[in-house]
DNA sequence: GCTGATCCTGACCGGGTGGTCAAATCAAGT
DNA sequence: ACTTGATTTGACCACCCGGTCAGGATCAGC
């Protein structure tokens, strides 16, 4: 049985090896999780994949979905991150620009995570409509409520809120869940041109 | 054994009751396969759901796979027609316009056969790397080719026609894909707000 | 070099997996 | 009613699945 964390002080707050072996399984965890979602994916496979038995995996994670379960969250945390860096005193077209920049980082920089995100909404989002429902949504409202505003005095072209926040999403995303598709229809591309291409698009769909 | 279809003319083409059965095989599959995936979907759950034995279910389609791959070739024919119904002698925004709608009622009509395609995606497009190369690659060539044509003619903005085309996709299939999230974050969400938004967005962006 | 805690593994378990097979059922023509 | 071929299924197989367990390495502190 793995030992229980409430320990007064067991060693440096929970021994760097420890730490270590953790982060090699949950990195194999994402390669395969993320290819073949929650069903598809097998212990033995990320076992394999960290270069260890699945029993040695089975001593630092209670389970598969324990293995899950820690992924998704650690990945929500980023998630919501570049929503709430939208500055409402700042210049609202040059916000939401910065917005989608940051979101298509992501998705250049975190492929894997946005393809696990991708398959556990495919899939129903039965593991993390808690999440959508307490964390996401009322930032998402929080920020309608902003754009809203922005429309209203004018600053930025009236278009629905919601709409422009899930195109966002969609367009950004689609570079990570799609890369095999973008490679094979379209082998040069580079993510330079994606950003361009947005950086027109929303400004002159947003500029008034 | 399955009978071969090779022979002269077995019944009326291929009796009716085998294609029917055939056909609620293939409904169940897309279930089960669009949620799943190909592997986490599993044989037992696609019988059950098609209302008989797995044996049963074997005696229509050789194997998992062939299941799979006979509804993953269906699909693409269907995925295909809307980028061919593109008219060369059309008015340039107009006929992208079209484009991005039919495409959008595509992703609300079939939105299991997008979420099919879209797992495939995500898994690497192990099955349909064959078809992304011969089937639709060419195809968007041909179309970038026309797109340019009507940039250098004036006709339309001056954009990246493989962002642009890249765009739609995303754009439409998201409503598709992400259904699930959209109807957590916005459950008021329907389909015609994103119809009108993506007129909005892509008029701005494409008229010169 | 002894000791105790941590780390790691082979062997195993019950249940699920894709797939097979022989036998039972059904539909239809005669 | 009888025959023939298409359809359906229970029983089964070898293998894989998530997870357990008893015991063997390994390492740190003494």
New binding site residues.
Partial sequence: ???ADD?PA??PVR?A??QQ?ESAILEAALDVFAVDGF?G???????ERA?????????????????HARLLGDLLDHWLAPLRGIDPAGEPVEEILRYVRRKLAMSRDYPRESRLFAGEIIAGAPRISGFLADGLRPLVDETVGLIRGWIAQGRISPVDPVQLIFSIWALTQHHADFAAQIEIVAPGDRAGDAGAFLDQLYRRLLTP
Avoid at 52 to 66: G, H, I, V
């Fill in positions: 049985m793995p030992p320990q067991a060693g021994s090896r420890r072996t069903r994916a097998t212990l033995d496979r990320i076992a270069g260890m038995s699945k029993p040695n995996l089975l001593y630092y994670f209670a389970s598969k979905d324990d293995v």
